[in-house]
């Protein structure tokens, strides 16, 4: 067994023991982080050694700390409009989100990061660079931008990394994925994140851009995201609307995942009309509408967010105490996904799926892929249950089917 499958038996290292810098030290510090998470025990090291790292690990696992550490010990000083260091990230939010993080760590160097990504001026983004930016974090179209018009140069960035890179897929950011880590130094350390591996589009991308990377993964099952709890509700289509507002009159703060934009703005009104306040989230809106909806879900002013997928991809607020899928999501990785924004960082927190009579074999199929026990309604049931709750707990009391929370 490699050691690092030993996991949680293994006592757990210091950021010191991982090699973190006694100045990178105080900004956790300061930021009441003292331990470092698995994903960062197994990762860290590694990027510090400067080898190239693919990391397969679910949402809220503490993966940006595991490239940000390493890449601000060891990032080197830009030139104006040369930085050397790069993220790639597939939201606007997420590109500020992971440079608000870097700052305070780079600034113990005297470094800045900056982030780029479209929706907004030109201009602010073109000045920081020409002041000099030493990592650019950036989503790949404003940047493919900047690139054609001279204001930003790649090739001295020796230190990339791609960040939830089969979203990126998702949303057909590959090529300019590729075109950009074409135009970087053919020196550099790539470390490459993403909830999956090893489907078609994200492997090309550690085959081709990637040397010898060392491989890490947190096995995704719903057990590493934390201690929520799981459970499917089987509601009709007619039902589902009240059946929500419910659930969020009983939480603190709520994400409600929709497919569509049309029903993320439909939902949202239908749960206004009976008195809550919330707020729809999705690509429709402008940048300084999501930063508005956004900072008043993070100050508690809006109860629940109704976000679709790709809009909520990178938001990241904790204390989210519950997850809806009122949609129920085709894929096990969107499940993870979606309910990764609640028990974040080993808090509590639940996690309710909406399944309508027609979806219940879909939900068994789900709930099986990720080893929820949820309770699923059975095809059989000769009515549709409609508030049947059925608290789940993980199977954690399986050890046989619990594999090792990684293997390298
Ligand atoms: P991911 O990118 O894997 O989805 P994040 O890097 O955003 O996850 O981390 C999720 C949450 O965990 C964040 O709120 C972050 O501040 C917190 N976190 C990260 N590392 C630690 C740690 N070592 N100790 C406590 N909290 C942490
Ligand atoms: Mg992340």
């Given at each position: 067994m490699p050691s690092s499958a030993l996991g949680l038996l293994a006592p757990i290292a210091s950021f010191t023991e991982l090699g973190v810098p006694d100045a990178l030290l105080q900004v956790l510090h300061r930021r009441g982080i003292t331990e470092p998470l698995p994903v960062q025990v197994a990762i860290i090291p590694d990027a510090l050694a400067g080898r190239d790292v693919s990391g397969m690990a679910p949402t809220g696992s503490g993966k940006t700390?595991?490239?940000?550490?390493?890449?601000?010990?060891m990032v080197?000083?830009?030139?104006?409009r040369r930085p050397r260091g790069l993220v790639l990230a597939p939201t606007r939010e997420l590109a500020s989100q992971i440079a608000g993080e870097l700052v305070p760590f780079l600034a113990t160097r005297n470094l800045r990061a900056h982030a780029i990504f479209g929706g907004v001026a030109f201009n602010p983004q073109r000045r920081a660079l020409q002041r000099g930016v030493d990592v650019v974090v950036a989503c790949p179209g404003r940047l493919e931008d900047l690139?054609?018009?001279g204001e930003v140069v790649l090739s001295d960035v020796d230190m990339v990394v791609v960040d939830e890179a089969d979203r990126m897929a998702d949303m057909g950011f590959l090529p300019a994925v590729r075109r950009i880590l074409d135009a970087t130094s053919a020196r550099r350390q790539t470390m490459l994140f993403s909830a999956t591996l090893d489907d078609a589009a994200v492997r090309p991308l550690v085959r081709n851009y990637q040397r010898q990377p060392v491989r890490h993964e947190v096995v995704s099952t719903v057990e590493e995201i934390g201690r929520a709890t799981h459970r499917f509700r089987s509601v009709a289509?007619?039902?589902?609307?009240?059946?929500?507002a419910e659930v969020v009159k009983g939480e603190a703060s709520t994400i409600v995942f929709v497919r569509t934009k049309h029903g993320a703005d439909r939902l949202a009104r239908q749960l206004g009309n009976s008195g809550l306040a919330v707020a729809a989230i999705h690509g429709g809106h402008s940048q300084p509408q999501?930063?508005?909806t956004l900072a008043a879900f993070r100050a508690g002013k809006v109860r629940a967010l109704v976000a679709?997928?790709?809009a909520a991809r990178g938001v990241h607020v904790d204390d989210v105490s519950c997850v809806?899928?009122?949609?129920?999501?085709?894929?096990?990785k969107d499940y993870l996904h979606r309910s990764g924004r609640t028990a974040r960082a080993g808090a509590a927190g639940s996690v309710v799926a909406f399944v309508s009579p027609d979806q219940r074999q879909a939900a068994a199929a789900l709930a099986r892929a990720l080893d929820l026990d949820v309770g699923t309604p059975r095809d059989t049931s000769?009515?549709?249950?409609r508030h049947d709750i059925s608290p789940a707990p993980l199977r954690r009391d399986r050890p046989k089917r619990r594999r090792a929370p990684y293997t390298s």
């Open positions: 700390l595991a490239f940000a550490l390493p890449m601000a010990a080197a000083r830009g030139l104006p690139m054609r018009m289509a007619s039902e589902r609307a009240a059946a929500c999501r930063d508005r679709t997928d790709v809806v899928h009122y949609d129920l999501p085709p894929d096990p000769p009515v549709p249950m």
